[in-house]
């Protein structure tokens, strides 16, 4: 999106050599300036559509409304920011510059400072380029009725209200600093490769940097945002969320970094943010993949992730700090992930370690750290960035040198990803596999110890031939950065690269075979999960043609009844329920997997047997639900702060034959405080300030759903 966005831009020419040349001077018009206007409105309204209006560096108090034209409104030199910042349009009242008549990206205002008023897009797609936008009383750019504004290479600073609201156009190579009222709000076009630092947001007080915007954000710097409430960095975006540096981010409760984000987030350095809770990310439920999430503060609970209830994997945290949990604090999904150094503890709150997840020096290139600046007051603490690259014998990339590098030790978070997860991204040697952290799967990985593959199959289809040799003429004698093609990492694709290539022509082919495990295995037999329906889960096999693999389950005494053959995706476990059956009867299955594409299959698992229970219909006891004797819910302080009020309550210890009980716990005045299904009795949970009286009732339900009546309705009070 952002090549694309950037062709457009150097395509597009500021002042067109089409239609004529109108010049304006504060000056004056007439024979002394050269100029044929005096302000900036009677030139635009002058022209017709075509037409390049310039303007001489001075002060225009007026609002200029663009009336429809598709015209260039700019100063002498865009280009030059001396001009630009000596080219002003101000205004008392309103906005400096209106879009408000279906004015499209042919309607370009460029070259300016804009103060005072801002500018208003009503249903308009215009063109903002290479302006300062700054002291105004209103959003920087604001725009309404689905205005979708192409706004790059601004600076936009010091505005009284949000830099950019309402804007989904493409937002591109901005500088987003110092606003009020947040940097981004409520923004859905792509956001790339902006600096969006230093904009703080008070009221409603979410959102610092960015918040509401469901587009893409990739290749932004999010740094010392602020937000009085949550996401210090980002609130509320669930769009894409990819190649961001968030760093230094602050929110009064929760979310210092992100805060509430639903969408794909991957591949961002989440450093040094801080918050009540969940410093680095807070109650964001999309997949968390591949990020580094280090050094971050929480005052309370869950330093990395809080409350973050979605799939988290393949990330390095390390080195987060809460006043209780570093790691990850409320139950997650997490797995594949690395963890080392986070105070106190890893896991809080019905989080616990997941597959694949393990703790071990990430061994970064420098890690970043806290200073403490010379006292012993937290508050006064800066932040030394690291570089997140991890060690490795075989090299890591240098970015500082543009240069491989090899260290004598080797990180534990290479080759460590889910074994599902996409990694042919890497540069050989890659180990088939993707690293951790944010370089995951990306060229920049840290390279593998193993030898597996081949350095010049470059279409990574285990053959070296003429598809190999047509990638790699068309790279041939660049200069490129990390490039596959580059076999001897010298930064030129050359000769001495080719007899890399000659020398690995062809291996070889395998001989065509099943996926493997052969003969396939069960990952978890089949079990009862009603009397009328049993699960199983079948090993994650792995194609021997890169095709993918499928799975077919099969009730083995009435082979009719099977799951023909499925498909799952990554990170996805291969899981199969037979439904219908009857209580109180044995059933058999067996599971086998094929390629998708040569479709050779496996041979059968093993017979795996299972008893369905009775049909119990009983709901546990008692029924209706009670609360513990003392157990009522009760208003609790722990801190010293204003907002340090949580609400406490146990239900009743109750019984079922199935040996299964859970709990559900629900806020009636305030769902967001409700607990979900959990087997823990006792529930605990953050209300803020004192003497709300949030009121919570209880119920129960055992292995097979059967759910008691609710218990008793009580406020939490001191």
Not at 125 to 141: E, F, G, M, Q, Y
Not at 516 to 531: E, G, L, V, Y
């Amino acid at each position: 999106m952002e090549k694309i966005i950037f062709v457009l831009l150097c395509l597009m020419p500021v002042f067109t050599c089409q239609g004529r040349i109108i010049t304006v001077d504060d000056d004056g018009s007439g024979p002394a300036t050269g100029a044929e206007f005096k302000n900036i409105q009677d030139a635009i309204n002058a022209s017709v559509d075509g037409d390049t209006i310039v303007v001489q560096p001075g002060t225009y108090n007026e609002n200029i409304f663009f009336n429809g034209r598709a015209i260039t409104v700019g100063s002498m030199s865009p280009g030059n920011l001396n001009i630009v910042r000596s080219t002003i349009i101000n205004t008392n009242f309103g906005y400096s510059v209106t879009f408000d008549f279906a004015e499209g990206s042919d309607s370009v205002l460029t070259g300016f400072t804009i103060t005072g008023g801002g500018i208003l897009c009503y249903a308009t797609s215009p063109t903002i380029l290479k302006n300062i936008i700054r002291d105004c009383d209103t959003n920087a750019v604001h725009g309404e009725n689905g205005a979708a504004p192409i706004i790059s290479h601004n600076t936009i600073t010091f505005n009284n209200q949000a830099g950019l609201s309402e804007c989904d156009g493409p937002i591109t190579s901005n500088e987003i600093s110092h606003n009020d009222g947040g940097g981004i709000d409520n923004c859905n076009g792509a956001i790339i490769n902006n600096n969006i630092s230093g904009n703080s947001n008070s009221s409603p007080g979410s959102g610092g940097g960015l918040g509401d915007c469901n587009g893409q954000i990739s290749g932004n710097v999010i740094e010392n945002n602020y937000a009085s409430a949550n996401g210090g960095a980002l609130y509320g975006c669930n769009g894409s969320i990819s190649d961001n540096t968030v760093v230094g981010n602050r929110a009064g409760f929760a979310g210092g970094g992100l805060s509430s984000c639903r969408g794909d987030i991957s591949h961002n350095i989440i450093t040094a943010n801080t918050s009540q809770d969940g410093a680095g990310l807070h109650s964001c439920s999309g997949s968390i993949h591949n990020n580094t999430i280090a050094g971050n503060r929480a005052w309370q609970n869950g330093g990395g992730l809080n409350n973050c209830t979605g799939s988290v994997f393949n990330n390095i945290i390390a080195f987060n700090q809460a006043g209780f949990i570093g790691g990850i604090f409320g139950p997650c999904n997490n797995s594949y992930n690395g963890f080392w150094l986070n105070f106190i503890g890893n896991f809080g709150n019905g989080a616990q370690p997941g597959p694949g997840d393990f703790i071990a020096n990430p061994l970064f290139v420098t890690d970043g750290f806290w200073d403490p600046n010379g006292t012993p007051d937290q508050s006064d603490d800066f932040w030394v960035e690291g570089d997140y690259h991890v060690k490795s014998e075989r090299g890591r990339w240098n970015p500082v040198n543009k240069i491989w590098v090899s260290d004598d030790v080797t990180s534990p978070c290479i080759d460590a990803g889910n074994p599902d997860s996409e990694w042919t991204e890497e540069l050989w040697p890659h180990g088939e596999r993707l690293n951790l952290g944010v370089y995951g799967n990306t060229p920049q990985a840290s390279m593998s110890l193993s030898d597996v593959g081949n350095i010049a199959d470059l279409n990574l289809n285990g053959r070296v031939d003429f598809n190999d040799l047509q990638l790699f003429t068309d790279k041939w004698l660049s200069k490129e950065v990390l490039l596959a093609e580059d076999f001897n990492r010298d930064r030129a694709v050359n000769f001495a690269d080719f007899v890399i290539l000659a020398a690995n022509w062809q291996p070889p082919l395998p001989p065509p075979a099943p996926p493997k495990p052969n003969p396939m295995t069960w990952a978890i037999p089949p079990f009862a999960t009603s009397p009328n329906s049993v699960e199983m889960v079948a090993t994650t096999a792995v194609s021997t043609d890169s095709s993918g693999v499928e799975y077919f389950f099969e009730d083995f005494d009435h082979p009719v009844f099977n799951s023909g053959w499925l498909s799952f995706g990554p990170g996805q476990e291969p899981r199969w329920q037979d439904s219908g059956l009857t209580p109180l009867t044995t059933y058999q299955y067996r599971v086998k997997a094929r390629n998708k594409g040569n479709l050779l299959e496996t041979d059968w698992s093993e017979i795996a047997s299972v008893t369905t229970p009775t049909d119990d219909k009983t709901p546990p006891t008692p029924d209706p639900m009670q609360w513990a004797q003392g157990g009522e819910p009760k208003e609790v302080r722990q801190g010293s702060g204003p907002f340090d009020y949580f609400a406490t309550m146990t239900a009743a210890q109750a019984t079922d034959e199935s040996g299964v009980v859970e709990y559900f716990f629900q806020s009636t005045t305030e769902p967001g405080f409700s607990s979900g299904w959990r087997t823990d009795r006792t529930y605990t949970v953050a209300v803020g300030r004192a003497n709300q009286g949030h009121r919570f009732r209880v119920k129960a339900r055992d292995l097979f759903g059967n759910e008691t009546g609710w218990s008793s309705e009580l406020p939490a009070l001191p």
